[in-house]
């Protein structure tokens, strides 16, 4: 095996790790975040201040009983958080976090850090979401109950109405990075305007950095878009029938699908590893600094708003989001027609 | 056999049992299911055949967007009607007039298909690499402008399809309802409400 061959497998492995790590992460913040807007405490018992809680959860879990409701459909009640979660971190293997290295002279020539170099990684996200949205739908229908199905229908009826906009969002960025490979888009962001003003496409893209931003907490089910799981309507929604380790896995898909979000949004719009400050090898620092700042307010999000009604929902995403996100792509092909990519 | 040979018959393999198999399912969802399956294989065929922007492109429109409106479809009904209805359900009514023309209209398709393999080399190569193309940059640079120049008609004239088709569905889906009096529930909320 050549070293590149090591280094690629090891870097899989790493990203694979931090995925799982992620989302316990994710989880802990989630609860802390969560208290500090409410004025509690929030988890402080295990661990210092608390810090070991998402692995008491996860150990809880795995004793939890699994239960299956004996009119599911076996094979698929089992299936659908495969699904989910396979989904969320495949959806990652294309995603960039930072320059070519070559780890600090260990290799001959460097490699980019992001697991699966692919030309078309942005479409190949787009269809690694709507595989996902498969876990949920199954989930919902292999249960045999009236809660779960509605959750499930609701989250498909959702997921479609919000993937259009997000499409239309990210075409309108890809027509100014002239690229669907991620890392040509995260490069064509280096540099400065005027010396002050970072060349990041949120500043030349604005709309498509919210509707991006809308469409993709309405994409991974979160508040103040979380109808396939409304507790007050749904019990739990898609998932009421899970329980133990097959409830992990939507709850970890959940939160890795946010994190696979904030990591697109970074290199769709916030310049990826570029910033100011440090030597382009250690640009992933940055990255991770600003993973964590959308990460952030995605919690604050939910925490802060009430959820939609279903109906509101549902409008805002065809009437209001879709002709926006559609008349900004056209301005931008109308910008990039008039000025040059 | 090299590792393409190899792909290609296992890709080739799940494409054709999965295709198979969703016409022998008894339950819907299973049916469906196995065709994103039979999906998958032909994306991989696309990958395989060095073109991964239509195999992706295969996955989103059809594996991810028009799977995702069967599945909701088939849902819909189950919950619309009542499980001792299963059976008679899932098996449509047999005619055997229809029978027949579904075995007429089979036979057409496999001379068309037949057709079609057999005269591929003697049509002006369709199968062939398109000459006279600008040196191919990535798939999708290709695609973008042989679809906007050479056949920006039969392009447009699709989507005009597809939106008469839509059009046509909203028509008829629509259902008549009596107007309310005027004044009466002028916002007329509850009633535009989707039922799930």
Known sequence: ?341 | MGPDQILFYVLGGVAVVASLMVIGQRNPIHSVLLLIASFGGLSGLYILLDAPFVAVIQIIIYAGAIMVLFLFVVMLLNVAREDTEQDERVHVQVHRGSMRLGAVLAGLLVVELVWALASAGTLGGTFGPMAGLPAPVTSVHVIGQVLFTRYAFPFEVTSILILVAMVGAVVLARRETPRPAAGADAAGGSEERPAF
Do not use: C
Request: overall charge neutral.
């Open chain 1, 1 to 341: 095996m050549t070293p590149i061959l090591i280094a690629q497998i090891v870097l899989l492995l790493f990203v694979f790790f931090m995925l799982l790590n992620s989302a316990a992460i994710m989880v802990y913040v989630e609860r802390k975040v969560a208290a500090m807007l409410q004025q509690r405490l929030g988890p402080y018992l295990v661990g210092p201040r608390g810090l070991l809680q998402p692995f008491a959860d996860v150990l809880k879990l795995m004793f939890k009983e699994d239960l299956r409701p004996t009119a599911a459909d076996a094979f698929l009640f089992s299936l659908a958080p495969i699904i989910s979660v396979t989904a969320a971190f495949a959806a990652f293997a294309v995603v960039p976090f930072g320059a070519e290295t070559t780890f600090f002279g260990l290799l001959s020539h460097p490699i980019p850090l992001q697991v699966a170099d692919v030309n078309v990684a942005v479409l190949v996200i787009f269809a690694i979401a709507s595989m996902g949205v498969y876990g949920i739908v199954l989930a919902g229908w292999s249960s045999n109950s009236k809660y779960s199905l509605l959750g499930g229908l609701r989250s498909s009826a959702q997921m479609i109405s919000y993937e259009l906009s997000y499409g239309l969002a990210l075409a309108a960025v890809l027509l100014i990075g002239n690229s669907l490979s991620l890392t040509h888009v995260v490069n064509g962001q280096a540099g400065y305007w005027f010396h002050v003003i970072p060349r990041w496409y949120v500043f030349v893209q604005p709309v498509g950095f919210a509707i991006f931003m809308i469409a993709g907490i309405a994409e991974t089910n979160r508040a103040p878009f979380d109808f396939p799981e409304a507790e007050q309507e749904l019990v739990a929604g898609y998932h009421t029938e899970y329980s133990s380790m097959r409830f992990a896995m939507f709850f970890m898909a959940e939160y890795i699908n946010m994190v696979t979000v904030s990591a697109v949004a970074v290199d769709l719009f916030l310049g990826g590893w570029h910033g100011p400050f440090l030597p382009a090898s250690l640009g992933w620092i940055w990255f991770l600094v600003k993973v964590g700042a959308l990460l952030f307010f995605y919690v604050w999000m939910r925490w802060t708003l009430p959820r939609y009604r279903y109906d509101q929902l549902m409008a805002f995403g065809w009437k209001i989001l879709l002709p926006i996100a559609a008349l900004n792509l056209l301005a931008t092909a109308a910008g990039v027609i008039h000025f040059g990519a």
